[in-house]
């Protein structure tokens, strides 16, 4: 499809323009001037304003008068009483205040009208932005005259308005010289304000014309010399001002500007051709301006004799190899073939009236289209329109573009316009391609939307004519109401998806105001201005099609601005190779990253969609699942308190099923584990030497950004925080909504490599503190901290042991947490605080004594303390094994004189206990899931390797002690595992407190099986086994320390011990 071939070159032009040419012009036209002066005679237009550029004083008091019932004519009578003392003209000179005058003036009118006369009410009205709107045509006629290179000036008595400003509702850059009577304490007719205004213009009064409604002002500029003209209405003084300067000022093309130098076209030839194609009677000068669009295919407005067309033609100078595209372009255009179909079909487009594809002409192919006189929007926020105005635009888009999609291929002979299907995983691989092809420099979300874009595409629902460019700015409306009057720029037009266009329209709603390319709304008040929002625009496109929301409407915002990446980036290889303005290239560079980040912005949140709307999980009734039934059955002494059962009673039904292997879990949590799977081996395992590099580098204090990379693609693809269990949160409001069983499956598979779990968001020491905030956590506390922990932009520790006591009796904690004046003011000496020395580590959960005197577990107290409270000291980061474990670390701590404000106190004063028994519950099931996980990748090492060495004579798989010792390994490891998922299972059914003894079994036992495997799986590796190139060493150090860590075995061993001792009696 030639359309869519669209070349390169065309692509980065289109961008380039966008990028350098666009912005600047759209909001400053006048600020562009003809270099030629034109005009004969005559160099100056000086205008006065009220009642010549913005309605005057008199009319606007007779409609206010009506309204309030004032005799009519009662203002103009006061306006002109007195005369050149009257209060009127001295308010003009300034020689009295605002409020003298009102009051004077007030006076006066309830003299003349024998009635009181709310002066304040027509004051403001007077000046309001509402009435003092300048006259659209007399703003036109300006843009026209200052094109020709005349000079225009203003010439007001006007007044201080009450905030010390002077009334001039005026674009100051459309005037040369402005006179302000109040400024200067002269007024008209006096004839030193015109004389003033001469001499700032540097002109003879007869080279100037002066318009004015009023007599006398006219009188006395007549009196110098100047040429005047009575103003009535302004259309009519438009008319006799074409008249007296000799060219038209009442066609002024919006968007227009002089031809630039560059583009010049041969004016002799093209008016010979024109006249051949219009008729003998198109006679006259031909005016050519340019469009501020089009640099890529340059784009001209003509006028000749009554007829105004539109030019368009292959750039100047030479072109990509697939520069003929645009031939292509232009003769499928001018064939008439998709505009004749869009029209018929209703859509509004411009008319094309012939190709000329005769270099001889002017120098190149170009053809000619109707002209629609229309305005086009540039600024997204539609400065200087109502709200309702505002609105009406935006619908009046959106409709247009439904109409688009709606044309009925078959009936419009559509049907080959282009391929039908794939449209955006073709468009992808374009993207890519073209990307690929303009690369600098490796952009890291680049090059995970390059990743992630084919693997998300979504399913195209319809094949409909796209645009493949729609925006604000490509429609042409009414000036004076919101109908669209022409959808212009069909070059990318094809066949295809399109949600993809509904997309595109709404970049601008996700860009800052300052963007460069295209100014945004990302920083306006929508509903302040009126403008829909991008969902309410979504919305409303669906309801007019008829069609059901898209899911998945982020991974097309996410492809947009993909797509506007990649055209940036090869608009910036053009400035780096000189084809472009190399001031601007490194700019434009920049703003490929921002887009991308935004594009990637829009992956990360279609994951997070498909990760919250996974649904509640059901259990399945396979022979691989049972349910426990813990509480409700009578008990026998010496029995454990639950029994398992296929029995599925509702109530177990909701809480969820004790599933043995994945393939049991509900089809969502399966595809989730799955998918998870998927994930770590292609990204997580290879990632694993740098990862491990980067703990030992210079740089190990500082997040690895392959890990921060990796946690990016984990968002974006829903395997993020799944760790928070459905009986915490049972509205899914942080998390998935996973059962304790479910999550054991996923934990399993992530503790098969230690980076994993902050990889996926589901690392210790976050993961407790989490849950405990909310469990636990006020709700100043859960906003403060919840958020950025739960989207891994900061991490947390938790502070209980200390060095001086022996901490695996929590009750020996002896830090003091003390009131004072409102605060707690915490002293303390803590150690293997792990994560502390992170430096995204903002929260610390602080466990210390508040009251020494309570019962001993009403002593301890839990605090939120942020990181950065002065009084913190790191003392030093201690090792495991010669282990630091950065960047987290494990670090003494001294907390000296660190005060937080009394709301920071976690449940209440006196129930750290409580909580500390909460907390470890989770934390403790989780580690010896992810021990279950070592322990399998350490065994499944083992069996490669053992299959592979030859050691005498045959491989160790056939030693007799190593086929001992894997057989050891899988029943250990299965064992723990049935002890964890059961553990699971009854937090799930009955909760932690009903599973301290199922957690304290699997605390006491699965530490030293994953330490026995490991230390299996190094002694069949020989000398390999405890170096670097394998996980095993780091396995087993971190099974060997998880018999400490979250409390000895001893300690669990007695738990379980006293437990079972005290169900016996
Ligand atoms: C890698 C790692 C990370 C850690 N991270 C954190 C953290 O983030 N935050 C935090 O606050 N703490 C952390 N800890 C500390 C850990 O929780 C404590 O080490 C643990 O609770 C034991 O306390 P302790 O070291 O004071 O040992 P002690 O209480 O002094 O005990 C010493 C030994 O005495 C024996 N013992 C104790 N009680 C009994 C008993 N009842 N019966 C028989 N023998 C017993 C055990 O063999 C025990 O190992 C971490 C520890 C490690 C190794």
Known sequence: MCLRRLLQSAQLQRAWRAVFVKHGQGRHQGAWRWTHSGGGTYKAVIFDMGGVLIPSPGRVAAEWEVQNHIPSGTILKALISGGENGPWMKFMRAEITTEDFLQEFGRLCSEISKTSVPLDSFFSLLTSERVAKPFPV??????????????????????????????????????????ESCLEGV?????????LCLERLGRQPSESIFLDDLGPNLKAAASLGIHIIKVHDPETAVKELETLLG??????????????????????????????????????????????????????????????????????????????????????????????????????????????????????????????????????????????????????MNRV????????????????????????????????????????????????????????????????????????????????????????????????DPLADVAHSCLAHYLPSSFPVQPGLSDSDLSELGIPTAEEYFRMYCLHMGIRP????????????????????????????????????????????????????????????????????????????TRARPQSLPRTPGMRSYVTSTDSSPAHISKGALVFS????????????????????????????????????????????????????????????????????????????????????????????????EIFNCSAPDTGNVELLVRYGTEEQKARWLIPLLEGKARSCFAMTEPQVASSDATNIESSIQEEDGFYVINGHKWWISGILDPRCQLCVFMGKTDPHAPRHQQQSMLSVPMDTPGIKIIRPLTVYGLEDAPGGHGE??????????????????????????????????????????????????KARAKSRMAFGKPLVEQGTVLADIAQSQVEIEQAQLLVLKAAHVMDVAGSKAAALDIAMIKMGAPPMAYRVTDRAIQAFGAAGPSSDYPLAQFFTRARALRFADGPDEVHRVAVAKMELKRCS
């Open 401 to 496: 573009l439904c109409k688009i999609h709606s044309v009925d291929l078959k009936a419009a002979g559509l049907e080959d316009y282009g391929k039908h299907g794939d449209y955006v995983a073709r468009q992808v691989q374009t993207w890519i391609k073209q990307y690929r092809a303009s690369e600098t420099s490796t952009i890291p979300p680049m090059e995970r939307l390059i990743e992630w874009l084919p693997l998300h595409l979504p399913r195209q629902q319809q094949t409909t004519v796209v645009h493949g460019d729609f925006r604000l700015d490509n429609v042409l409306f009414h000036p004076e109401t919101a109908k669209v009057l022409a959808v212009l720029d069909w070059e990318l037009s094809t066949l295809g």
């Open 662 to 757: 994945p393939e049991g879990l509900s089809a969502p949590v399966r595809e989730l584990y799955q998918w998870l799977k998927q994930v770590m081996e292609p990204h997580v395992y290879p990632a694993e030497p740098e990862l491990q590099h980067h703990q030992t580098s210079a740089e190990k204090w500082t997040p690895s950004p392959l890990l921060e990379d990796l946690k990016e693609k984990a968002k974006a693809e829903g395997l993020w925080n799944v760790f928070l269990p459905v009986e915490t949160d049972p509205e899914k409001k942080y998390g998935a909504g996973l059962t304790n069983v479910e999550y054991a499956h996923l934990c399993e598979v992530m503790g098969t490599s230690l980076y994993a779990p």
């Open 138 to 179: 007399m703003t036109e006629a300006i843009t026209q005259i200052r094109a020709k290179g005349l000079q225009t000036a203003v010439l007001s008595n006007n007044f201080y308005l009450p905030n010390g400003k002077s009334f001039l509702p005026l674009d100051r850059k459309q005037f040369d010289v402005v006179v």
């Open 550 to 625: 898209t899911e998945n409407w982020n991974f097309y915002m996410a492809f947009s601005f993909f797509r506007i990446a990649a055209i940036l980036q090869g608009v910036y290889k053009r400035s780096l190779t000189g084809h472009a303005s190399s001031a601007t290239g490194e700019q434009t560079g920049k703003l490929t990253e921002f887009t991308s980040n935004l594009a990637w912005d829009f992956a990360v949140k279609e994951g997070f969609r498909v990760f919250k709307e996974m649904p509640a999980t059901k259990p399945l009734t396979r022979s691989q699942h």
């Open 893 to 942: 701590v001294l907390f000296e004189q660190v005060c937080v404000p009394k709301e920071n106190m976690v449940l209440g004063p006196g129930r750290g206990f409580e909580i500390a028994q909460g907390r470890l519950g989770p934390g403790r099931i989780h580690h010896c899931m992810w021990l279950i996980g070592y322990s399998e990748r350490a065994l499944a090492l083992t």
């Open 187 to 195: 007024c008209k007719p006096d004839a030193r304000m015109y004389k």
């Open 247 to 396: 060219f038209p000022l009442r066609m002024a093309v919006p968007n227009t500007r002089p031809v630039r130098k560059t583009m010049e076209i041969p004016k002799d030839s093209l008016e010979k051709h024109l006249k051949d194609l219009l008729g003998t009677q198109a006679t006259g000068p031909l005016e050519l301006l340019q469009f501020d669009h089009g640099q890529s295919n340059p784009t001209y407005y003509i006028r000749l004799a009554k007829h105004q067309l539109v030019l368009r033609k292959k750039p100047p100078g030479t072109l990509l190899p697939s520069a003929h595209a645009i031939e292509r372009e232009f003769s499928f255009l001018c064939s008439g073939r998709i505009m004749k179909a869009l029209a018929n079909a209703g859509v509004p487009v411009p008319k094309v009236l012939d190709l000329c594809e005769d270099p001889r002409v002017i120098g190149t192919p170009f053809y000619l289209m109707e002209y629609c006189p229309g305005l086009i929007y540039k600024d997204p926020s539609l400065p200087g329109l109502e709200p309702s105005q505002r609105r009406a635009i935006y619908t009046a």
